[in-house]
């Protein structure tokens, strides 16, 4: 009888001692949920990237990263000095840089350049992008170089989008990012996508996608090689595109078309995109192709690139992704003030 009368205030100090612990439990939870759900939704503070004398200012949109912020601040660099190193330079002094989280998805997804009220690109990346997405990325390299020429009428957008898919692979193939058998097999791949079909009335008339992006990469490529016969390999497109950052035109500058032209024939000392685009702005050119990988010295057999070096342009193709001697190579930026903040983990 003692045992049983002592006993069942023990059971329910127990049973009290049980009940305030689940409680105290749900509680925990219930914070931690709050706290995850924070860290999902808050902004990181941004943060500042100089390459040269230009600053990149990098921020954060709502989401959550399963990357560490070393890699995307690095990725941001390596994409910023292959534009610069390029161009001789950053092709604008400030540039603000939107990182936008996509949920349960993966890779960089999406990029989106404009100057309205300064330079500024906008790149989504999937929650759960890894390192290796970020090293085959080509997208935000891509949008870096539309900031390197002058915005120019809408029947133009070609020639910015051309320029921007034939100079993203040659810039990375200079700092060694791609190797040079990928930058000349993924033109001999594209390039067909760009030639003219039937009814096409040149590339300032007629906008399908092919003709945009890779119809601007064509007249890219044949203006490279333009440039470097008449020079003697001396100079190139990218000494052109030199010239026109140089004269001030970057994206936050409106320029006609022909201005344009025009300031890069000056810094090559030939006309020769001038006299390319009359020839394709209103009617269609159909280049041979097969000749002009014979003359450069590529040969693609089921996917395998490889060069000829004593074809009668070999010169001209090693030139184009070769660093330029004496160029200034921007390796690496520095991060301004304190280590890049955290990023929010899933």
């Known amino acids: 009888m003692i045992e049983e009368r002592r006993s069942a205030p023990a059971v329910g100090a127990c049973a009290v001692l049980v009940g305030v612990l ?41 989401g ?51 100057a309205d009220g300064g330079a500024e690109i906008m790149v989504s990346i999937g929650q759960y992008a890894t390192e290796s997405d970020l090293r085959d990325d080509w997208i935000l390299t891509h949008e870096m170089v539309h900031l390197a020429f002058p915005s120019v009428p809408r029947q133009h957008h070609w020639i910015e989008e051309g320029i921007a898919t034939y100079v993203e692979p040659v810039a990375r193939a200079q700092i060694g990012d791609l190797r040079p058998e990928k930058v000349w097999g993924d033109l001999v791949d594209g390039l067909p996508r760009g030639m003219p079909d039937s009814g096409d009335e040149g590339l300032d008339n007629t906008h399908t996608w092919g003709r945009t992006y890779w119809g601007g990469a064509l007249y890219c490529t044949l203006a490279d090689v333009d440039i470097r016969r008449r020079t003697h390999n001396r100079l190139g497109l990218q000494d052109a595109l030199r010239g026109i950052v140089d004269a001030g035109g970057n994206i936050e500058a409106d320029w006609p078309l022909t201005r344009t032209l025009k300031v890069a024939d000056d810094a090559v000392g030939v006309p020769a995109m001038m006299q390319l685009y009359d020839r394709m702005k209103d009617a269609p050119m159909d280049p041979d192709l097969a000749k002009l990988w014979r003359d450069l010295g590529i040969t693609d057999r089921a996917g395998q690139v490889t060069f000829e070096s004593d074809a009668a342009l070999a010169a001209v193709r090693s030139a184009i992704t070769e660093l330029p001697k004496g160029a200034k190579v921007f390796c690496r930026g520095r991060f301004a003030g304190s280590e890049p903040p955290a990023l929010p983990r899933q």
């Open 64 to 114: 959550s990263l399963n990357l560490a912020p070393a890699s995307v601040f690095g990725w941001i660099n390596e994409s910023a000095c292959a534009v610069a190193t390029y161009y001789g330079r950053f092709p604008v002094h400030h540039l603000r840089l939107s990182i936008v989280p996509i949920e349960e998805r993966r890779g960089v997804l999406h990029g989106r350049t404009d």
């Open 22 to 62: 689940v409680l105290f439990s749900i509680f925990l939870v219930a914070q931690a949920f709050v706290l995850v759900t924070f860290a999902r939704a808050a902004k990181l503070p941004g943060h500042s990237l100089s390459i040269g004398d230009a600053t990149i200012s990098v921020t954060f949109e709502d």
